[in-house]
């Protein structure tokens, strides 16, 4: 059993910031990419933002305002966005892709979501 507890998430005027935190425990054997994706109202989910060692990939539309990391011996993954807009809002949800064993297949697995409002 894979538990995400997200939490950053809110309510910011356009240009502010704010970070997003998710922590991935459970019983597993190795955690691959991690990141978050989002869906805004009416529109399909999307990936914002992905970090697999120490490579990472953004989509164009936050590149240069949106820093993602991890912390390896913690499980977790941050995403610091800055500089937002109104057209940032939407859930944001956590993604972990895990291998449950060893020589298992590869799983993603994905946390609830929180909210990012941009709102003047």
Not at 4 to 18: A, C, I, N, R, T
Not at 19 to 34: H, K, P, Q
Not at 41 to 51: N, S
Request: charged share 15%.
């Amino acid at each position: 059993q894979v538990h995400f507890v997200e939490s950053g998430g809110g309510l910011v005027q356009p240009g502010g910031s704010l970070n997003l935190s998710c922590a991935v425990s459970g019983t597993m054997y190795e955690i691959r990419d991690m990141g978050w994706y989002r869906q805004a109202p009416g529109k399909q989910r999307e990936l914002a933002a992905t970090i697999y060692g120490i490579s990472t990939e953004y989509d164009r539309s936050v590149k240069g305002r949106f820093t993602i990391s991890r912390n390896n011996a913690k499980n977790t993954v941050h995403l610091q966005m800055n500089s937002l807009k109104s057209e940032d809002t939407a859930v944001y949800y956590c993604y972990a892709v895990i291998v449950a064993t060893w020589g298992a297949v590869p799983t993603p697995h994905w946390g609830q979501g929180t909210q990012v409002l941009v709102s003047s």
